[in-house]
């Protein structure tokens, strides 16, 4: 089984909706990094979590971090067409910041 | 201009051929990573990089080899390509110093690389 699991694996959401992706890790989870990823092209960061109960927004995108549940959520407010693409999120298990694991991702469709 | 660059952006080659895939960065930053990514699978870490000297296998290393050649550099090599290692494959860099304990990653545009 993954150490990093996503879900869902896809999701399609009509313009404007609200939605949230999940990321639950096998393992303790030191940091939690957010990135998106358009279409086979590279991976932007979004956001990085690391205390527990941590909070962060950036425009219409929320991501908090449940250490105990070794899990964090990505909720998108309102979705645009911009928000379409794959979300991935990275966990430092290791304590040392020293790499990433990273989940299988979620693809986003949003129509009009 | 871009952060993390790769060159190529696409290869083809064939089954057998030695393929060396390059990345370059202007962040200054000591480390620096592979990976490949598969449909379904994520990203998977070949090779990892914390400075010249330090080089470190990842999940996924077999038939692959890399070659860091000065900070900015870090070069992937397939010695004798197979089918299965049709991906697309990333460059990241982080800053991660001593005694850090966050690890942004910067990633470059990607290499897609078929062999047949």
């Known amino acids: 089984s993954q150490e990093l699991e996503q879900s869902p694996q896809s999701l399609i959401v009509q313009e404007g909706k609200n939605l949230t992706i999940n990321c639950t890790s096998s393992?303790?989870?030191?940091?939690l990094y957010w990135y998106k990823q358009k279409y086979g092209e590279g991976l932007i960061f979004l956001m990085m979590?690391?205390?527990?109960?941590e909070e962060k927004s950036h425009e219409k995108i929320t991501a908090k971090l449940d250490e105990k549940k070794q899990q964090s959520s990505l909720h998108i407010t309102a979705s645009q067409p911009s928000h379409a693409g794959i979300y991935l999120c990275?966990?430092?298990?290791?304590?040392?910041?020293?790499?990433?694991?990273f989940g299988t991702g979620t693809r986003l469709q949003v129509t009009l | 201009d871009a952060d993390v660059t790769q060159t190529p952006r696409n290869r083809i080659t064939k089954t057998g051929k030695r393929i060396m895939l390059e990345c370059s960065q202007t962040?200054?930053?000591?480390?620096m990573y592979w990976y490949r990514q598969d449909p379904g699978l994520g990203l998977q870490l070949i090779y990892y990089?914390?400075?010249?000297?330090?080089?470190n296998k990842g999940e996924i290393s077999d038939g692959y080899s890399v070659s860091r050649q000065a900070q900015a550099k870090f070069s992937l090599s397939l010695e004798s390509a197979i089918p299965n290692q049709t991906a697309l494959y990333f460059c990241?860099?982080?800053?991660?110093?001593?005694?850090?304990?966050?690890?942004?990653?910067?990633f470059g545009p990607g290499t897609r690389l078929t062999v047949l």
């Open positions: 990241a860099t982080s800053e991660g110093s001593g005694g850090a304990t966050y690890n942004e990653q910067f």
């Open positions: 393992k303790t989870l030191y940091g």
């Open positions: 979590l690391q205390k527990g109960g």
């Open positions: 990275g966990a430092d298990n290791t304590g040392t910041a020293s790499k990433l694991t």
């Open positions: 962040k200054g930053h000591d480390r």
């Open positions: 990089s914390f400075d010249v000297k330090d080089i």
